[in-house]
């Protein structure tokens, strides 16, 4: 969610910063698991009543997120990790916040869809823009895959930092956006 994060901080202040690295962003949540409309209705509808009611189903998305079966038990056995289904708020929230992204995606896997990155990408206002997309790779990039392919990815990420980095780089509209997915 710290994509979405960045995106909506973008978009309420584009002075805020001057280039982002997005890892996976969430920018909209997945067809797959998006609740039917008539549910998304009947929950909107009481929400203020019940807000804080744990009623959200959550799929563990552990499994489909990182690779590294070590870490993926690290991840799971972490008890600072929220065990339980999700607040109907907060869930609306998400929901909301990603609708808000998906429809204005020009101004700013199966737990991250590549080909959202993709229309992200494509539809980034900023001049200086790259997308890499690690094939065979899952969502924990930077943290559920194996150790060399982590490696990888933070490689291409210092790389990209490194040339905006020097002296004489200057972006064509001030902004550089990197997309990992």
């Known amino acids: 969610m710290g994509g979405a994060v960045a995106l909506l901080i973008h978009r309420k202040d584009p002075t805020f910063w001057h280039g982002v690295i997005l890892v996976a962003p969430m920018c909209k ?13 009947m929950l909107i509808r009481v929400e203020d009543v019940i807000p804080r009611w744990k009623i959200v189903p959550t799929k563990d998305v ?25 607040r109907l708020k907060t869930v609306l929230e998400m929901l909301r916040a ?35 997309l690690y094939m065979g790779m899952w969502h924990g990039l930077t ?10 990815v933070f490689g291409d990420i210092i790389s990209w930092l490194d040339k905006r980095s020097e002296d004489d780089y200057i972006p064509e509209n001030n902004f550089s956006t990197m997309l990992v997915a």
């Open 29 to 41: 949540i997945s067809e797959k698991v998006k609740p039917h409309p008539l549910v998304i209705s």
């Open 62 to 86: 552990i499994d489909a997120a990182f690779k590294d079966h070590d870490k993926r038990e690290g991840i799971r056995a972490n008890t600072l990790k929220y065990q339980e289904k999700q």
């Open 98 to 132: 990603s609708m808000g992204l998906e429809d204005g995606l020009s101004k700013a896997d199966t737990v991250t869809d590549p080909e959202v990155s993709r229309a992200l990408y494509e539809q980034a206002s900023s001049k200086d823009k790259t997308i890499k």
């Open 143 to 152: 943290s559920g895959e194996p150790d060399h392919n982590i490696d990888i």
